[in-house]
């Protein structure tokens, strides 16, 4: 059974950092590209960054570019996102999610249950 | 980036209804497009990728369909556990953008 255990979250102020990581379990990680999405209170879905099953290929939307960095260690099985200068709109609940099929990164067919990242004086 | 947009952003609805929702890219996607359902307090599940193919496990009420800029979510026939958000999300070129969501409720 594929499992995407999400950790790291919590209250941090404007300005910080903050490390979130994502347990895999279930799969050949390895082989697999992977994600995280984030959800703001209340609103939408929106893809944050990606990264290729080597870890040699990352993608981030705009807002995130020169501030999160998406990392993997595929001996742990362990997909990781570092977030600094942390603003209010980044408070979310963050998603790690699995690439759908090998050698693609952009659809998500396993989730985990996500961790609450809190940006707030 | 490429904007997707869903209509209708709500819809109410009966158990056994025919239900459609519509999704709008900017710009030609091809058939790079998918559909998640969500539920409240629920982590989001794949239904539907490249625009027509079911996800293993999911009920065959649901169908999609479309290509290039217009793409269409149908489920056939109502059911209790249907009532949720909808979003699709374009898998054609980073970002990966989603729709803003449809929300599924009981009339």
């Known amino acids: 059974e594929v499992q995407l255990v999400e950790s790291g979250g919590g209250l941090v102020q404007p300005g910080g950092s903050l490390r979130l990581s994502c347990a895999a379990s279930g799969f050949s990680f390895s082989i697999y590209a992977m994600n995280w999405v984030r959800q703001a209170p209340g609103k939408g879905l929106e893809w944050v960054s990606g990264?290729?099953?080597?870890?040699?290929?990352?993608y981030y939307a705009d807002s995130m570019k020169g501030r999160f960095t998406i990392s993997r260690d595929n001996f742990k099985n362990m997909l990781y996102l570092e977030m600094n200068s942390l603003r209010a709109e980044d408070t979310a609940i963050y998603y790690c999610a699995k690439a759908l099929v090998l050698g693609e990164l952009s659809s998500f067919d396993y989730w985990g249950q996500g961790t609450l990242v809190t940006v707030s004086s | 980036d490429i904007q997707m947009t869903q209509s209708p952003s709500s819809l109410s609805a009966s158990v056994g209804d025919r239900v459609t929702i519509t999704c709008r890219a900017g710009?030609?996607?091809?058939?790079?497009l998918n559909w998640y359902q969500q539920k409240p307090g629920r982590a989001p599940e794949l239904l539907i990728f490249e625009a027509s193919t079911l996800q293993s496990g999911v009920p065959s009420r649901f169908s999609g369909s479309g290509s290039g800029t217009d793409f269409t979510l149908t489920i056939s026939s109502l059911q209790a556990e249907d009532f949720a958000t909808y979003y699709c999300q374009q898998s054609y070129r980073s970002p990966y953008t989603f729709g803003q969501g449809t929300m599924l409720d009981i009339k």
């Open positions: 710009q030609s996607i091809r058939s790079f």
């Open positions: 990264l290729s099953s080597s870890g040699d290929s990352t």
